[in-house]
């Protein structure tokens, strides 16, 4: 008898904890009825991360051929898979916009959640000011007008302005976009993989590189690491996705293996069907490998690919930077402006370790928090999944330039400052913000429940 009262009592306290920490999630909701469907999500976060092949060139030029091929095999599990198991379990746990901002405000407070977005936001306009700039340098390879003065200043201008309309009309239309794009600036590696199966060598895969040739480390990781990178961005689109709980952890899958065949089977194609120049291996000689392949026409096609892809890329930036500002507003720590959406189309108008403490934190600060899916291991194990993608991120830090160093130091003083800022104007009310609800009771009476049963 006294068994059954405390397996009742157990089961009775764990209902408590859970619906405890339940309510002390964020309650951040959306009120836009068009909501993004599976395929459209797997195409943005596709675009998020990788848009193609273009790019992952320059990790031949640094460490030949068979380091190039084990680095794209490779480094998806070092750095990938861990990225997107914490995005996958905490876009679940916390299913609002803002993403990686609610997880480090969730784990550590609003300082670090306003520093959190700071950062994100500021590297996103940095990648998203650079987009219009390469689509018009792929553009002028087409048509040369567009190379210099006033002709390139235009299409600068024009393809910035086109673009960002595109995106705030609504992000149902951007997301069947990304999968229009994604599917047309794939479709040449695809023709190109298949054409150059007969002529494939594959002792050129083994190659280590071309005698005389030094190998470039810094450059090799650098490109690794930028060409799979960002797996958390669409993290801030959580409350614009129909079911995120089911659809997110599926999206991710999906993109994941889309990423990864994007970029070893037309390396594979590419390393064995044509000699090596290692020189030659630079940002958009995929283009130059395609003419030896199979033509100049299928050249023409890689290099308009580029542009669908670089167009893919400012998209789904612009919407992660767009919606984190809206799920800022949500969380109080923008004012409420930030989360104004057109009437019309109803879109807003206006570190990575950080985030795998966030996600270590947040293990332990809520060990029974319901999560739809959660990573399947104990903390030791995630403790050791996070580290070895830190340690990249150390290492890459380690070797970047004194003006990377430079920019970084700005853009923590920007946000530390932007966050005081935002403190003074709560306290004199200079504009609306949402008030965040009163969480922390229910917290510690969660985690007292938590105790008792631990008892």
Known sequence: MQSMRASEFSTSSQSLLEQEQTEAQPKITTKNPKKLAFLPLVFLIYFEVSGGPYGEESAVGAAGPLFAILGFLIFPFIWSIPEALVTAELATAYPGNGGFVIWAHQAFGPFWGSLMGSWKFLSGVINLASYPILCVDYLKLVI???????PRFVAV??????????????????????????????????IMSLVAIPKIDPSRWISLGQKGVKRDWTLFINTLFWNLNFWDN????????????????????????LTCLGYVIPLLAATGAIPLDQEDWVDGYLASAGEMIAGK???????IGAVLSIIGLFEAQLSSCAYQLLGMADLGILPMIFGARSKWFNTPCLGMLLEFASFL???????????????????????????????FLVYVLAVATKAVYLVS??????????????????????????MEEEKLDNEERAQAVYDCVGI
């Open 144 to 150: 040369p007008i567009f190379s210099s003065g006033l």
């Open 157 to 190: 201008f024009v393809s910035t302005l086109v673009l960002s309309f595109l995106n705030y009309s609504g992000l149902s239309i951007v997301g069947y976009t990304a999968v229009g794009l994604g599917i047309v600036s794939l479709c040449p590696f695809i």
């Open 234 to 257: 669409a993290s801030t689109l959580a409350g614009e996705v129909e079911e995120p709980q089911k659809l997110y952890p599926k999206a991710l899958f999906s993109a994941g293996i």
């Open 297 to 303: 026409w299928l050249k023409f096609w890689i290099e």
């Open 361 to 391: 934190w947040l293990r332990v600060k809520f060990p029974a928090l319901k999560r739809p899916f959660e990573v399947p291991m104990g903390l030791p194990g995630l403790v050791v999944m996070c580290l070895i993608p830190s340690g």
């Open 409 to 434: 130091a700005l853009m923590t003083l920007f946000g530390v400052a932007w966050y005081l800022f935002m403190n003074l104007s709560k306290s004199k009310m200079w504009f609306d913000f949402k």
